[in-house]
């Protein structure tokens, strides 16, 4: 198999898995649902997230917008560098890195642009406020939707509070608060973006910052 077909396959592999436990998140589990896994440092705890990774978001609604369209030129960017890789002959931990990144991109892209478009529920922005709406039961598919193209929000799941205790009193400024560590909830887009930066960082950042091979 050439190392195209490779990336491609894998780029595939991931957004399939991604969006598979998305869409079943979103129309078996009420906003804000919860299940243990294994205790309670890995848990499924369904949220809407209307920005970033791992829960960061900015701007509002017109946030949402510019960080849209920011992921489809970081997409389209990633997507002719990796093809550009490949026909020069890189190696695979390179290409494979990349495409991780890329996959991941995609599947968060997916959800912003098309979940506002195809279920009936979902979190909108209200300007009134100035925030992101929940809503109450489940979502389901809908030719209606509940947002526009672009304004959907991206599913995530996984939460894993390892330390979940209470800053000892004696703490300046934040003592006798509660101390979560890991906090954010993500999915498996946003464990392909990280992965395959760290990857990238790790064990290919001679190769990818090499001013020979521009």
């Not at 954010?184 to 973006?193: E, G, L, Q, T, Y």
């Amino acid at each position: 198999m050439s190392l195209r077909n490779k990336a491609l396959l894998l780029i595939a592999s991931i957004l399939v898995a991604d969006q598979i436990l998305k869409i079943w998140i979103k129309t078996t589990f009420p906003l804000g649902h919860d299940i243990n896994i294994f205790g309670n440092w890995f848990i499924i705890h369904f949220i809407e997230n209307p920005g970033m990774a791992f829960g960061i978001k900015f701007w509002g609604i017109w946030g949402k917008i510019i960080l849209s369209i920011f992921r489809i030129v970081a997409i389209v960017a990633i997507a002719i560098y990796t093809h550009s890789l490949i026909k020069k002959g890189f190696g695979t931990g390179l290409v494979m890195g990349l495409a991780l990144i890329l996959a991941g991109a995609i599947g968060n892209l997916i959800d912003s642009a098309f979940y506002g478009l195809i279920f009936d529920k979902g979190m909108t922005f209200d300007p009134l406020i100035n925030d992101w709406v929940g809503y109450t039961g489940v979502a389901q598919f809908s030719s209606n939707g509940y947002s526009g193209f672009l304004k959907g929000c991206v599913v995530d799941m996984f939460y894993f509070p390892v330390i979940n205790t209470t800053w000892p009193s004696w703490v300046p400024i934040v003592g006798g608060t509660q101390f979560i560590f890991f906090r954010p909830v993500f999915n498996i887009a946003d464990s392909a973006i990280t992965v395959g930066v760290f990857y990238l960082l790790l064990f290919q950042r001679k190769v990818l910052f090499d001013k020979h091979n521009e």
